[in-house]
Each structure stands twice: as structure tokens, then as C-alpha cells.
């Protein structure tokens, strides 16, 4: 059967081969893509799901195959339901929010021309408001490998695309953590340029200053593959900025928390353990380790949630909010109306600003020609403890991840284990947004340092 010959998991590494060699087509690929969708509906992982019906447009239109010309040649790709497909429903996971784009967001223009497949639109905690992949009216989206746990959000859908082998990358987005915590909890690499690296045209905004697409992979080749399609200016999208990605080099200092971090939740002891092993590796990679204080993030992270950076959120979705009450998630409704609050006047946005700039600059100061290394999340939910307590719960998954936009710092959240997908945790590496090209030298030497998976081909290919 053609299922027989597609792996479980699919890699651009595998599928660039096995279109070489023959051993299958993109049409096999995408209908196999499709046969496993049918068969994983239950997990709630598409918004518009893979069908032959749509897909075979691209199959019609793909170029004749050319080595060097077209990197991504039939690559199929999965992409969060708030960033725009020509002639698909975009709809953040709010149906009475949806629009039919009449283009696609540059990005995804940039892939496609690259000859990657788009394979369907993912679910997400609508609007992208949420770290926990349960708030969305197109159901909760399940976790990869443990079904009764949170896939993690708020690119939940995206994440499971990849872990589940229904597209061998899948883009997201990233205001506070939403490309990072669901590439943990589903045993993926997650990587988020600086903000501006690469366009938002297209992408339904959340808070329009802070917004990165992002993607989810299972390897660093592939994470550097699909930066270099995507990176560039794009003199349409206000927010993008010209930065370049330099030659990957090792950083002289990891930066690590001189405090333990906090873990939670009923798994808190085991992910101690695997942050311990994870520093362990880390002091053994050849760059000087500095324990500091982590205070200045854990401040800065508060201002996202807890001053007037939320009114950014109002701004963008309040009208909307306002106009259709009854058709907004209630807890995503709560979150988007504390934008609107009196006391959050100029004054108060000018103050928080201000304050932010203080953290930007000891920031700055401290990670020069370094990176910082934290836990990805502390802990993980079941989806019934999150229904129970939704606020709280989604407030302790982003305790090491709402910082880093705010900052305007880059990010990449690799596994702590490889092969675990029992219990799967994971870090982020951090670094000023002028020295990404830290962040995958760092990683990869993580990676390759990791004592069951020696040789493992998940830190390239």
C-alpha cells in the first residue's frame, strides 16, 4: 500500500530524496496527507482540512522539478488559520470573523513560489489569544502523543500538523509564546525570528507591534532552510525590518537562571529533572556559563498582560469584540476587553513603555555575544484542569515565553529529549535580535550533546 511507503513523520529531507529517487510523487504524498486527516479528525487539528478538491490546484501548477531552483518542491506545509491562503477562509478560529483572501500572506507567497504545497488551514485559540490550544469554537486541539493533555497554543493545530505527519513544516504565529510552547508539548523545533525578520502582511494581527510567524519543524537544517525562503524587507508590511541572518556561530556566554525556575502542574517533578539534565549538557558545550538574575524578564513579561500593552489587542480586535459579543470565546472576550480599560490611558501606555525601554537596555547589555536559556514552559495541563481553570493555567505556560517579543529578542525551543513522547520538555534559546545567528549554532550543540540520541538525526540532516 502507498501508505506503507510514506513514513509515520515527514521530514523535507526524506521527501526531497524520495521524490529523486522516485520512490513516490507529491500527488501520493498529498493524498496520503489527506487519508490521515480523515483519520485523525477527532484531534481537531484543521480549520480547512486537506482535501484533493483545492490542493490539486497547486499539484497542477507546480513547476517542472529543478535542482537549486526550487527548494521547497513539493514540500507539504500546514498554516495557522490566521495568516492568509489565496482563495481560502481566514478565519482566527472565529467564524463570524471570516474573509476569503484575494492574496496570500507573503510568506506563504514566498514558500509557494519555493514549490512548498500548502495542505490545509490549523485551528488555534482564536485569535490567536491563548497558550493552551482549548479555546477555540472548532473544538481543543489534542496533543501529538498524549491526547488528554493541552497540545499547547496558541499555534496548537500547526504544532500537531507536524508531530501527527500531516506536513513536514507548519507555520504559526508568535506574540507571546505561541510558537514555542507547542513545539515542546509535541516534541518539535520551533523557531521565531526577530520581529520584522520576516513579513506579517497577511497575518491577522494580535498585537501588531509584537507579531512573528513562525515555524514548526523537526530538524535545524530545515529550520534554516525555511528561514532563508522566508527572511527579507517587504516594503508592504510596515512592521518588517531588513535583518540579515549571519553565518552561525557559537556564543561565548549561556546565560542561565541563578534561581531555580518555577515547574507546576502534576508533572513538576519529572520536568525538574529534565531541566537539571538539559543544564547539565549546557555547562558542557565549551561557551562560559553565567548564572544571573532573570528578574528583568520576568518584569518585562508581566507589562504584555498587566499594563497598557494590552489595549494594542483592543485596538486591533475591539470593534469587532464590541459589534459581535456572543460569537467571541468567553475567556478570549475577558482577555481582549481588559484592553479597553479606563485606566489604561496614554499616560499609562507612555509609562509602560518607558519602563520596557529600562529592561530592553539592561537586556541588551547583559546577552552581548550571548544567549539565555530557560525552561520552554514549567509544567503542562490536562485539557480538563485547563477547562476548570483556564485563566490561571494559560498564565503558567507563558512564565518563560511572554518576555521575548516585548524584548525584541529571537528565539528557537528545541526538545530536552529527542525521542521522548511520553512526557515531552523541552528549552528556548534567546538572543538580541542583531545576534540570531547564535541561536542554531547553540542549539545544534545541545542537540548533538544529548546522551540517548547520539547521532540522531534530529539536530540536521
Not at 101 to 108: E, F, G, L, N
Not at 327 to 351: C, D, M, N, Q
Not at 360 to 368: G, N, T, V
Request: with cysteine.
Amino acid at each position: 500500500m502507498m501508505e506503507n511507503r510514506i513514513p509515520e513523520q515527514l521530514t523535507i529531507s526524506w521527501l526531497q530524496q524520495a521524490y529523486a529517487s522516485g520512490i513516490v510523487t507529491p500527488e501520493e504524498v498529498l493524498r496520503e496527507i489527506c487519508r490521515r486527516a480523515g483519520c485523525l479528525e477527532k484531534k481537531h487539528i484543521w480549520i480547512t482540512p486537506p482535501s484533493m478538491s483545492w490542493i490539486q490546484a497547486y499539484l497542477d501548477h507546480l513547476p517542472v522539478r529543478e535542482a537549486g531552483k526550487y527548494p521547497l518542491w513539493g514540500i507539504p506545509f500546514a498554516i495557522k488559520d490566521n495568516i492568509d491562503l489565496a482563495g481560502i477562509p481566514t478565519t482566527a478560529a472565529c467564524p463570524s470573523y471570516a474573509y476569503t483572501p484575494d492574496d496570500s500572506a507573503t510568506v506563504v507567497k514566498k514558500l509557494i513560489a519555493a514549490g512548498a504545497i500548502p495542505v490545509g488551514k490549523t485551528n488555534l485559540d482564536q485569535f490567536a489569544t491563548g497558550l493552551v490550544g482549548t479555546r477555540s469554537p472548532y473544538g481543543e486541539v489534542e496533543n501529538a502523543y498524549v491526547p488528554e493533555r493541552i497540545s499547547g497554543g496558541s499555534s496548537s493545530g500547526s504544532a500537531v500538523s507536524v508531530a501527527s505527519g500531516l506536513a513536514a513544516f507548519a507555520l504559526g504565529t508568535d506574540t507571546a509564546g505561541s510558537g514555542r510552547v507547542p513545539a515542546m508539548l509535541n516534541g518539535l523545533i520551533g523557531y521565531k525570528s526577530p520581529l520584522g525578520a520576516w513579513s506579517t502582511k497577511g497575518v491577522v494581527p494580535a498585537c501588531a507591534s509584537l507579531d512573528c510567524v513562525t515555524v514548526f519543524t523537526h530538524s535545524l537544517d530545515e529550520v534554516r532552510l525555511i528561514d532563508r525562503i522566508a527572511r527579507g524587507f517587504d516594503e508592504d508590511c510596515c512592521w518588517s525590518r531588513d535583518i540579515p541572518h549571519l553565518p552561525d556561530a557559537m556564543p561565548r556566554v549561556i546565560l542561565l537562571p541563578q534561581d531555580e525556575p518555577e515547574f507546576f502542574g502534576d508533572f513538576a517533578e519529572d520536568f525538574r529533572k529534565k531541566w537539571n539534565e538539559a543544564v547539565s549538557r549546557l555547562n558542557h558545550l565549551g561557551a562560559t556559563v553565567l548564572y544571573v538574575d532573570t528578574t528583568l524578564f520576568q518584569r518585562a513579561a508581566r507589562l504584555l498582560y498587566e499594563g497598557a500593552f494590552i489595549a494594542e489587542r483592543w485596538a486591533d480586535l475591539g470593534n469587532f469584540v464590541q459589534n459581535h459579543p456572543d460569537e467571541v470565546f468567553p475567556v478570549t472576550r475577558k482577555i481582549l476587553e481588559s484592553g479597553g480599560r479606563a485606566e489604561y490611558t496614554a499616560a499609562r501606555l507612555f509609562a509602560d513603555w518607558h519602563e520596557l525601554q529600562t529592561y530592553r537596555h539592561q537586556s541588551a547589555a547583559m546577552m552581548e555575544h550571548a544567549v539565555l536559556v530557560l525552561p520552554t514552559a514549567g509544567g503542562t495541563y490536562t485539557r480538563e484542569q485547563v477547562r476548570k481553570d483556564p485563566v490561571r493555567t494559560n498564565s503558567k505556560m507563558g512564565l518563560y515565553t511572554n518576555h521575548c517579543n516585548l524584548l525584541d529578542l529571537a528565539a528557537i525551543a528545541v526538545p530536552q529529549d529527542s525521542v521522548d513522547r511520553k512526557d515531552p520538555f523541552g528549552i528556548t534559546f534567546f538572543s538580541l535580535h542583531h545576534e540570531e545567528h547564535l541561536l542554531c549554532a547553540a542549539a545544534e550543540a545541545f542537540l548533538k550533546a544529548e546522551p540517548a540520541a547520539e547521532g540522531n538525526h534530529i539536530g540536521g540532516e
